[in-house]
């Protein structure tokens, strides 16, 4: 995992958001103090499961999949252009994309209805 980690600095410039998060299960290498260090130092929040609750993780597994599976990048020639697809990928999902499971609107639709109710 330390390796997946530089890795990942590394294609990132070593640039982090500050609010970046990284999220896993509580795997034996996840929850090695060496690890969490590092992944601190590196300006991540890490966040993990609950032990045994695979469903903690279900909706980011879930907008992963639908963004793996729509997301055109195979032509990406920069990491800079392919941030900017992620970034209009997401846009696009929190602002136009209707969805069954909150109430038929927008993510960002029923942020504002959970705010004002």
Known sequence: ???????????????IHPEAILHSDQGMHYTHPVFQNKVKKAGFKQSMSRKG??????????????MKDELE??????IQE???RVNEYILEYNTERYQWGL???TPDEYRSHLLTA
């Open 103 to 105: 109430k038929k609107m």
């Open 53 to 66: 609750n695979c469903w903690d993780n279900a909706p980011m597994e879930s907008f992963f999949g639908h």
């Open 1 to 15: 995992m330390e390796k997946t980690l530089e890795e990942l600095l590394s294609n990132m410039d070593y640039t």
């Open 73 to 78: 990048y195979e032509d990406c020639q920069t």
């Open 82 to 84: 392919l941030r900017q």
